[in-house]
């Protein structure tokens, strides 16, 4: 009987764990649309007193600053604070950063586009990259092993008993 109770809960935690993966996404874009109206915003107040690659920078790091701690706390279900986590994050930010640097004044300069729109269109062409960096180095975790949402030795090899342990 307790194996049955053991096995029961080991379910119930690895479905929760599947809700919870599941709902990653939705929060990932709800905080990504968050932070990039505060982007934009800040942006089009620094724009008129900065120069644009000063304003989007300034911008960017406000959003990343945000978007580290909601998508770290709310989105990912992290708890603890990494030093490590953190500064994965610093980097993938960083390299973001710079390429909004240099497409915005490229966009703005090579295209009859308004600034704004021009930085709308730089951070989702930036969007993409930045979830992915995000989602499998700066904030990966080896609980998707433990729920089952990776896929197991059985399902690479064909074999339904391989790495299941049955």
């Known amino acids: 009987m307790g194996g049955g109770s053991a096995r029961m809960a080991k379910?119930?935690?690895?479905?929760?764990?599947r809700r919870l993966f599941a709902l990653r996404p939705v929060r990932f874009v709800a905080v990504g649309g968050t932070?990039?109206?505060?982007?934009?915003?800040?942006?089009?107040?620094?724009?008129?007193v900065l120069p644009l690659p000063v304003?989007?920078?300034i911008a960017y790091a406000a959003g990343a600053t945000a978007s580290f701690e909601l998508n770290r706390s709310?989105?990912?279900?992290?708890r603890?604070?990494?030093?490590?986590?953190?500064?994965?994050f610093l980097v993938i930010t960083a390299a973001a950063m710079a390429a909004n640097a240099?497409?915005?004044?490229?966009?703005?300069?090579?295209?009859?586009?308004?600034?704004?729109?021009?930085?709308?269109?730089?951070?989702?062409?930036i969007a993409p990259a930045?979830?992915?960096a995000y989602r499998f180095w700066s904030f990966r975790s080896d609980e998707g092993d433990a729920a089952g949402l990776l896929p197991s030795a059985g399902a690479v090899t064909g074999h339904a008993g391989a790495g299941s342990g049955e």
């Open 11 to 17: 379910g119930a935690g690895a479905r929760g764990m």
């Open 35 to 48: 932070c990039f109206v505060s982007v934009v915003l800040i942006f089009e107040a620094l724009r008129r």
């Open 55 to 57: 304003a989007a920078t």
């Open 74 to 78: 709310w989105t990912f279900g992290q």
């Open 80 to 88: 603890e604070r990494s030093w490590a986590q953190a500064g994965r």
């Open 102 to 125: 240099l497409l915005l004044p490229a966009i703005v300069a090579g295209h009859e586009v308004p600034e704004v729109g021009a930085e709308i269109i730089t951070l989702l062409c």
């Open 130 to 132: 930045t979830f992915l």
